[in-house]
């Protein structure tokens, strides 16, 4: 029987491995602070719940519910970044953060630092992948390839 354990374990490990994709530093840099930005979202909704900032006819619950959701959809964008729509949602949940400060004002602050990352995130980080980009083909021309 351990035989066969190891006759598994041996064939597993031969098997060749695919490469990676390669990740443009947008995706990267936008993956990490939308990462982040979804610890801070989750915490918001539970403050708007703690301070009961919801209208009167909300039941204050719906706070947390919030926050969950718009923390899940931030980890949801963070991990399809490699597609341009996905930068424009992680835009929008930008917009839905900064909404917020009508609630609770001080997630203005929060809205203001993290858009601000995301911002730099996003341009920057598409301004450095088109660099490498023409970097890349001035290299593959210079081989001639």
Partial sequence: MARGVAVV?????ERPRRPRRQRGAEESL??????????I???G?????????????IPAWWGIVAGTVVALLMIVTAGLL????AVVVGWMLQIVVALGA???PALLFVALIFGGM????????????????????EERERNGD
Avoid: C, M
Wanted: glycine residues 10%.
């Fill in 9 to 13: 374990t041996a064939t597993a490990s």
């Fill in 30 to 39: 936008g993956s990490i602070v939308l990462g982040f930005e979804s610890l």
């Fill in 41 to 43: 979202a989750f915490l």
């Fill in 45 to 57: 909704g539970l403050v708007i719940y703690g301070l009961r900032a919801l209208p009167e006819p």
């Fill in 82 to 85: 490699r597609h341009r729509w």
């Fill in 102 to 104: 009508i609630l609770v």
């Fill in 118 to 137: 995301w911002g730099y995130a996003t341009i920057k980080g598409a301004s450095l992948d088109a660099r490498n980009a023409r970097r890349a083909a």
